[in-house]
């Protein structure tokens, strides 16, 4: 069982930036494949950004390429969403989540089924 921590979240203008972290306290994200999603309110949980246990695998919805960037940090053992040029499109409740997969895996899914940990979230919103 991994136990996952966000932060992060907050209430921001539109164009404005956030930055969420993810962190599993007494565990290594390294060990993991993980991802953020996202659930607005009255819609389904989506797929955000996702990245593999090397970093090497990228992953985006379209709706957030070229704003949004995932990255592991490794000297704080958190995985981070880098948002940029915000859109009240994008508030919604933002969750990170991990799977295990292997060390040589080149698999960056968005599918929720495929995740087997979840934080309980943290709230982003984005004023016009």
């Known amino acids: 069982q991994v136990h996952l921590v966000e932060s992060g979240g907050g209430t921001v203008h539109s164009g404005g930036s956030l930055r969420l972290s993810c962190k599993a306290p007494?565990?290594?994200?390294?060990?993991?494949?993980m991802a953020w999603f996202r659930q607005a309110a009255g819609k389904e949980r989506e797929g955000v950004a996702a990245i593999n246990k090397r970093a090497t695998i990228l992953k985006y919805a379209p709706s957030v390429e070229g704003r949004f960037t995932i990255v592991r940090d490794a000297t704080k053992e958190t995985v981070d969403l880098q948002m940029d040029s915000l859109k009240p499109e994008d508030t919604a409740m933002y969750y990170c989540?991990?799977?295990?997969?292997?060390?040589?895996?080149?698999?960056?899914?968005?599918?929720?089924?495929?995740?087997?940990?979840w934080g309980q979230g943290t709230q982003v919103t984005v004023s016009s």
């Open positions: 007494g565990d290594r994200l390294g060990s993991y494949c």
């Open positions: 989540a991990a799977r295990p997969c292997d060390f040589w895996s080149l698999s960056a899914t968005l599918e929720p089924r495929a995740f087997d940990y």
